[in-house]
């Protein structure tokens, strides 16, 4: 038997719980009318088969690639180096965002730059580069770098920005230090819009790692995207887009559950 404070637990429970299985099959006809679309079309030649190989021949080619490990070895390659591209724009990111918001001065000296510097995409300044730095390793981490410091950055100075007037002025009327008011209070008000600009940073570094990949690289996902298109094998470009699409989704997916283990302290509207 459930106790009285039990069933009332369940009950608040239960709208969320409809909600969330109602989101999760509402999430699933599109992707699978596009694969019943894919099968048809290779099924019945609608697209000849060395344009749109079978789902049965992708599938086949991703467990061949599996089972060879050379999945693995660029999956890592790839792995390796977006986590140091990201890891260099999310430490410069949080400083330059953290500086504009808590700055004025600094700010009108340096967000008219930023921006005009966050509007050229990173294909911009691949030739540049390519000139500077050759095409090694030092390249794709500049570009993913890049990449991810600017929502970081932008969304740092946002959150810092915007937190409430009125919470300064508590802040002020307790006698806060700067320290304490910048780790008690503005940090914790901007921590949301800070988290996001965290995700879209990573978003952002996983789609350059792989542009970067595509135009000057000899390892990683997108060099196998690049090299199954150039011996005509499209089942292996098709299981590299797939894998490439499904460590993205997993990479959101890891930080929205981070989010709310970080952020769980929050009270709505705060």
């Not at 069933?7 to 719980?17: D, N």
């Not at 660029?74 to 953290?98: K, Q």
């Not at 978003?203 to 990683?220: C, F, I, M, Q, R």
Request: charged letters at 15%.
């Amino acid at each position: 038997m459930l106790t009285a404070r039990e069933a009332r637990g369940l009950r608040r429970l239960l709208p969320a719980a409809r909600r969330y299985a109602a989101g999760w099959l509402l999430a699933w006809p599109v992707p699978l009318a596009l694969l019943a679309f894919w099968y048809l079309a290779a099924r019945y030649e609608w697209i000849p088969p060395q344009v749109l190989p079978t789902p049965e021949s992708v599938a086949h080619t991703l467990a061949d690639l599996y089972d060879s490990g050379e999945l693995q070895a660029n999956l890592a390659v790839s792995a390796l180096r977006v986590a140091g591209g990201f890891a260099v724009g999310l430490i410069g990111g949080l400083a330059l965002g953290a500086a504009m918001g808590l700055s004025p001065r600094l700010r009108d000296y340096v967000y008219p730059t930023f921006k005009a510097f966050s509007q050229v995409p990173v294909l911009g300044w691949l030739p540049l580069l390519m000139l500077l730095v050759g095409i090694d390793e030092a390249l794709k981490i500049i570009l993913i770098a890049k990449a991810a410091l600017v929502p970081i950055a932008m969304n740092t100075y946002k959150g810092i920005e915007s937190v409430p007037t009125r919470y300064i002025e508590v802040a002020r009327v307790l006698r806060f230090t700067r320290w304490q008011l910048l780790w008690r209070v503005v940090f914790p008000a901007a921590a949301a819009p800070i988290w996001n600009g965290i995700r879209y940073g990573l978003t952002h570094a996983w789609l350059a790692l792989v542009v970067v990949e595509l135009l000057a690289s000899s390892e990683g996902l997108g060099y196998m995207i690049v090299y199954g298109r150039q011996l005509f094998q499209l089942d292996m470009v098709i299981a590299a887009v797939v894998v490439v699409g499904a460590v993205g989704y997993a990479l959101d997916k890891v930080l929205a559950l981070a989010e709310r283990a970080v952020l769980r302290w929050r009270k709505p509207g705060f």
